[in-house]
């Protein structure tokens, strides 16, 4: 029995992703730029047992057989496809992320997923293998391989899509937990009606595309405050365009929005802070480290808080090969 356990972040991106061009190979149709966390880790053990028929999941302390074993199941196809091996294996995930919240869940757990199957299953990967491989499993996993701010490159193939670290000033995050029910329309669903059904997503693509080239330009000249405009632009038009689907899709709830007007407001007094979200209602605020208390008084009583920093790459914790 070969055995390894990985511990990987979730990430925010401030230029997002949302769309594929190729969904066998998770290619994205645009490139993004993400913080990866300091808070939230998912720790997943993986055990490659050569008696076993079956892959297993064990998600918290309850053995799965839905969707998300399946997926995870076909995930590690592609381990043992590279490792020339058909041994099964089994998967033991801890997230400590509310899951399917919009808070990144699938990223920390395919980032750690892709470091500990690929240890276990005898693999030496370097980082921008791992970011291809967690890619697979689910796109925005790429950059939570990366400590620190990453940029995905869209690439044209399955070995051109990948993240790498990019220099950025030094910022945080406010996570504002508005709520952390599973969301009712799942990413890649709403990705599918997105391209299928959206007037907007011609645009959307292209805008990104620009988007993402000011702000890695903004982020390496240190540049927070073009960072900011763009991060906060983007989410806006994302929501837009989610919410341009037919039938229509929406995210945010009146207090996500509250909490977008509360920034503005704090920014109109000459606090730099930015919002964003993902697909879910939570909000996730971009500003200096010396301004988080005023975020964080501005939000106050309005959803439960979190402070993050740029956190560290996705990490194998052991490795035993048997
Ligand atoms: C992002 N999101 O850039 C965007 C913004 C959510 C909103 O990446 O289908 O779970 O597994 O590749 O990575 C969520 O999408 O989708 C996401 P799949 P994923 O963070």
């Not at 992320?97 to 808070?103: E, K, M, T």
């Given at each position: 029995m070969s055995t390894a356990t990985a511990i990987a972040h979730p990430n925010i991106a401030l230029v997002k992703y949302w769309g594929k061009r190729d969904s066998e190979l998770n290619l994205p149709a645009t490139g993004s730029l993400s913080m990866t966390l300091d808070i939230f880790p998912t720790t997943t053990t993986v055990t490659v047992d050569g008696t076993a028929t079956t892959d297993v999941l064990v998600f918290g302390d309850e053995e799965r057989s839905d969707g998300p074993a399946v997926r995870v199941s076909r995930f590690l196809d592609i381990v043992r496809e590279l490792a020339g091996s058909d041994r099964r294996a089994r998967v033991e995930t801890v997230n400590t992320?509310?899951?399917?919240?919009?808070?990144a869940s699938s990223a920390s757990g395919f980032a750690a997923l892709a470091v500990a199957a690929s240890a276990a299953y005898g693999l030496d990967l370097d980082a921008r293998e791992l970011s291809r491989l967690a890619r697979r499993g689910s796109g925005s996993a790429s950059r939570s391989i990366i400590p620190g701010f990453a940029v995905w490159h869209a690439g044209e193939s399955d070995e051109t899509s990948y993240a790498e670290a990019i220099d950025a000033p030094d910022l945080a995050m406010v996570v504002a937990m508005v709520e952390k029910r599973e969301k009712p329309i799942s990413s890649r669903e709403a990705m599918r009606r997105t391209i299928l059904t959206s007037p907007f997503y011609p645009a959307w693509v292209s805008s990104t595309a620009e988007s993402l080239e000011a702000a890695a330009e903004a982020s390496r000249a240190g540049d927070v405050e073009r960072l900011g405009r763009i991060t906060e632009v983007n989410a806006s038009r994302m929501h837009a365009l989610i919410q341009s689907c037919d039938p229509p899709i929406r995210y945010l709830t009146p207090v996500s929005v509250e909490i977008f007007d509360r920034v503005a407001a704090l920014r109109a007094s000459g606090v730099g802070a930015w919002a964003t979200a993902d697909a879910g209602p939570n909000v996730v605020v971009l500003t200096r480290p010396d301004d988080v208390p005023a975020v964080t008084a501005a939000l106050e009583g309005l959803a439960e808080l979190a402070v993050a920093r740029p956190g560290p790459a996705a990490a194998l914790v052991s490795r035993t090969n048997g």
């Open positions: 992320v509310p899951s399917a919240a919009g808070l």
